[in-house]
T-cell receptor, first 115, second 116 residues
Framework: NAGVTQTPKFRVLKTGQSMTLLCAQD?????MYWYRQDPGMGLRLIHY???????AKGEVPDGYNVSRLKKQNFLLGLESAAPSQTSVYFC??????????????FGNGTRLTVT | DQQVKQNSPSLSVQEGRISILNCDYT??????FLWYKKYPAEGPTFLIS?????DKNEDGRFTVFLNKSAKHLSLHIVPSQPGDSAVYFC???????????????FGQGTILTVHP
């Protein structure tokens, strides 16, 4: 049981390049989230999804797009990377069944540097 | 505007003593609070939570206290162990009748170091 798996673990991009971060969960969770962590800022929600085929904006969505074509996968895309997107990105998932406030399960993060 | 604040960036404690980590929030719609623990190169892991209908929740060495009138919560670790050394994040959620979808607002984190 792998839980939440993020790929890649590290990536360096040049300004203007694009990339996709992949998140996969094997817990059959309905909800999935993308957060970014920056020094002194904590974790901030970028986008989230409450089910296959649905996505919504979080606190800091600009410059990112997401897709959830399959229940177990949640993709985060950067179309034209900027240095301000240098961060550590965390994917998380949770279930809503049976427990209203079930906790988030996080992946181990992707460290992205944009030069 | 930081709705959840952890004003102490770091805390250093001796093994066996009590660690107290603090968190303040400003949004009165928050009614569910959690603490997460994070080791380097890993994702945050859930530690303990509390609903606004309670003022205390205990789980082994960890106790969370909630003071709704002061919009303040704290995490007590007794006794502290070197393995507790990590970054601790406070998080809050407005249940809002279920429409919050589990979205959490996190504080900045506090680095706890427990010395042997």
């Amino acid at each position: 049981n792998a839980g939440v798996t993020q790929t890649p673990k590290f990536r360096v991009l040049k300004t203007g390049q694009s990339m996709t971060l992949l998140c996969a969960q094997d817990m059959n969770h309905e909800y999935m989230y993308w957060y970014r962590q920056d020094p002194g800022m904590g974790l901030r929600l970028i986008h989230y999804s409450v089910g296959e085929g649905t996505t919504a904006k979080g606190e800091v969505p600009d410059g990112y797009n997401v897709s959830r074509l399959k229940k177990q996968n949640f993709l985060l895309g950067l179309e034209s990377a900027a240095p301000s997107q240098t961060s550590v990105y965390f994917c998380a998932s949770r279930t809503y069944r049976g427990k209203r406030n079930s906790p988030l399960h996080f992946g181990n993060g992707t460290r992205l540097t944009v030069t | 505007d930081q709705q959840v604040k952890q004003n102490s960036p770091s805390l250093s404690v001796q093994e066996g003593r009590i660690s107290i980590l603090n968190c303040d929030y400003t949004n009165s719609m928050f009614d569910y609070f959690l603490w997460y623990k994070k080791y380097p190169a890993e994702g945050p892991t859930f530690l303990i939570s509390i609903s606004s209908i309670k003022d205390k929740n205990e789980d082994g060495r960890f106790t969370v206290f909630l003071n709704k009138s002061a919009k303040h919560l704290s995490l007590h670790i007794v006794p502290s162990q070197p393995g507790d050394s990590a970054v601790y994040f406070c998080a809050a959620s407005p249940n809002a009748g279920g429409t919050s979808y589990g979205k959490l607002t996190f504080g900045q984190g506090t680095i706890l170091t427990v010395h042997p």
